[in-house]
């Protein structure tokens, strides 16, 4: 499999620097053409390599990095999200998670969100690029069913980029060949409703399913089931997207979902029993459910999404209201568990809870004694101690019993360097600088003991998933409810495969009633509630947040609520005076935000409506930018930008 990938990323460096429309305009020595370069399978084959970078086989680098792009790049469907900084920011946009910045930075909640001059994702470069394919299949010396493929292999691609287009700004211009200069009626025209493009992607789709060879090209190629898998997760957003934005047509949308998600759960029937392995493995082919993923390969292709996480650059934190979501181990709320023990401390907060959460969070724990990533004693005490009637351990034989491989997750956490954290919550101010949060949860959902970690940026080979059968049941669950056919049935054959892995109690759907969970939205069904949040629990750090509310049309109930972090009480904290001084001096907060003095939440963001900011509905829909409207004002700008 490595083999076979490390010569797909030398196929994809030749193509990305060869097909480039300088080069397409000149005559090969060999006076080889674009009518002649597109003839056999194995041209199409070769060319069809460079579509793959639409998954994010670039790798920024960190210094280069333009907090700008922040709600305009790295948001999932279109998963540039590889790069250093992960797929955090469609969850960090969602008001699921925030950073360790001192000052408000999600721009939807301080009405900071602007039009940009250009970029924010109204880019058809790699549309052009699929279409050259698509317009020199017919004139090809293939057969009439390898034509068939290679057209299937290119609207999957077609279709991947047109549903990010039309989740960010709806109506977009529908563009199936390469435009030539004289088009001036697409070229300078309008925009097509939504409706019409929406009805395009899923027609190339359905035709995609019928006519692409079943296993591809080899492994971990665009096969059928990665077909079906675009298909869930397109035909979910738009039928969820017209339902609850007022628009037609949503059902057959859902129930499209529902087709293509069932012949994958028939393909797929078993969900791996390691859910951190989805994103800590160096070889994700063997794990059970996966349809399709990038293969990184050590000192060929690589990443730095492990390395970031063990800096001071890995900036991502959950906020009290997220983790209050997670579901404790008899499948209850927080608000009605018996198990609950509250959270006057992180110890008893994250017992006896959804274990997803601690594999997404670092749980809580104090060394007495530092250690090397060999977990030796070093012999060094730390300079002050905490609370003497903690189990300060428990979370650490936990995280063993968890994951039994003494490579993957383990307590205490460490930097790149190995040099160890020696607590959780580690806040920024009085704890080390690596791997710290001002909430006190801090996100680790990339780490691992295995991976290559130095000095240098882009050295991890994790591999990253793209499409696989958890998300599959999850779509499958919410549109079977929004079709009216949500059972016991369909709860076992999905939620409840879900939560055997992380130690929760089946869902009983008969049991969610009103009163479930009093926290909850009570606009939304009690049983739909349930279902979006095992959606936001089993995918959480993998960036569908924002696309979520969206289609959702609940920007204000995630976005506008108070952020806060753990528990603190002053106190606890004794020895090192300078130290101690640092957690005496953090602000604290009470659960209505008031300011707290020895004890209490530690002071995050305020509800921005409090101060007059917050969501707006324009935010569904990403503005045009300034520069393509000057070129074409016929594109027209959407509403309220």
């Avoid at 349809?291 to 390969?297: A, C, D, G, H, K």
């Amino acid at each position: 499999m490595k083999t076979y990938k490390i010569i797909l990323f030398f196929a994809l460096f030749i193509l990305i620097n060869a097909c480039n429309d300088e080069y397409l305009d000149k005559k090969p020595i060999e006076t080889q053409t674009e009518a002649t370069a597109f003839r056999s399978y194995e041209n199409f084959k070769t060319f069809a390599w460079s579509l793959y970078t639409c998954f994010g086989y670039n790798n920024n680098n960190a210094a280069t990095f333009d907090a700008s792009l922040r709600y305009n790049q790295y948001i999932q469907f279109w998963q540039f999200g590889n790069s250093q900084f992960g797929r955090y920011e469609g969850d960090r946009l969602a008001g699921y998670l925030s950073t360790y910045s001192p000052n408000e930075d999600n721009d939807y909640r301080s009405q900071n969100a602007i039009v940009p001059s250009s970029g924010g994702g109204w880019d058809y470069s790699f549309i052009r690029r699929v279409c050259l394919m698509l317009d020199n299949v017919d004139q090809s010396d293939m057969t009439d069913a390898e034509k068939a493929h290679w057209r299937s292999v290119g609207y999957f691609f077609h279709s991947y980029c047109y549903m990010e287009m039309i989740s960010r700004f709806g109506n977009v211009q529908w563009v199936d060949h390469v435009i030539g200069d004289s088009e001036n009626d697409i070229i300078y025209g309008p925009r097509s409703p939504r409706k019409e493009v929406a009805d395009k992607v899923l027609e190339n789709l359905q035709y995609a399913e019928k006519n692409i060879k079943a296993a591809g090209d080899g492994a971990n190629t665009i096969n059928v089931n990665c077909v079906r898998a675009l298909m869930s997760r397109f035909c979910l957003f738009e039928g969820t997207w017209r339902k609850y934005h007022e628009l037609s047509d949503a059902d057959i949308y859902l129930d499209e979902s529902i087709r293509v998600s069932a012949e994958l759960m028939k393909s797929f029937p078993n969900v791996d029993s390691n859910y951190d392995n989805l994103m800590n493995s160096e070889d994700l082919s063997t794990y059970r459910g996966i349809i399709l993923y990038i293969s990184f390969v050590k000192d060929i292709m690589m990443n730095g999404v492990g390395y970031t996480e063990r800096t001071s650059t890995g900036k991502y934190e959950m906020h009290k209201a997220t983790v209050e979501m997670y579901l404790c181990s008899d499948g209850n709320t927080i608000s009605n568990s018996l198990l609950y023990d509250g959270d006057k401390t992180m110890y008893d907060e994250f017992r006896n809870r959804d274990r997803r959460l601690l594999l997404q969070v670092v749980p809580p724990h104090f060394m007495n004694t530092e250690c090397d990533v060999n977990f030796n004693s070093l012999g060094r005490a730390n300079n002050y101690s905490y609370n003497a009637n903690i189990d300060k351990n428990e979370y650490v034989e936990l995280i063993k019993q968890i994951l039994s491989n003494d490579k993957s997750k383990r307590l205490p956490v460490f930097n790149w360097s190995g040099t160890m954290n020696w607590m959780s919550p580690n806040v920024l101010g009085p704890g080390q600088a690596p791997m710290a949060s001002r909430s006190g949860y801090y996100m680790w959902r990339n780490y691992n003991l295995w991976d290559d970690n130095s000095n240098q940026l882009a050295i991890n080979h994790a591999d990253k998933p793209l499409f696989y059968i958890e998300e599959v049941l999850l779509n499958y669950a919410e549109a079977m409810f929004e079709r009216g056919q949500f059972n016991q049935v369909v709860a076992d054959a999905t939620i409840n495969k879900l939560r055997i892995r992380a130690n929760v109690a089946p869902m009983v759907v008969a049991n969610i009633n009103g009163t479930f969970d009093p926290k909850r939205d009570t606009s939304v069904d009690p049983v739909l509630w349930e279902i979006r949040r095992e959606r936001m629990v089993e995918l959480m750090g993998e960036g569908f947040g924002f696309q979520d509310i969206r289609r959702w049309k609940k920007g204000p109930w995630y976005i506008n609520r108070d952020q806060m972090g753990v528990y603190v009480r002053k106190s606890d904290f004794t020895g090192n005076a300078t130290i101690v001084n640092a957690w005496k001096g953090l602000s604290l907060v009470d659960r209505d935000f008031n300011s707290a003095a020895d004890e209490g939440y530690l002071k995050r963001f305020i509800n921005p409506v409090k101060e007059g900011k917050g969501w707006l509905d324009k935010y569904y829909l990403f503005p045009i930018p300034l520069n393509d409207l000057a070129l074409n004002p016929e594109l027209e700008q959407n509403p309220g930008w």
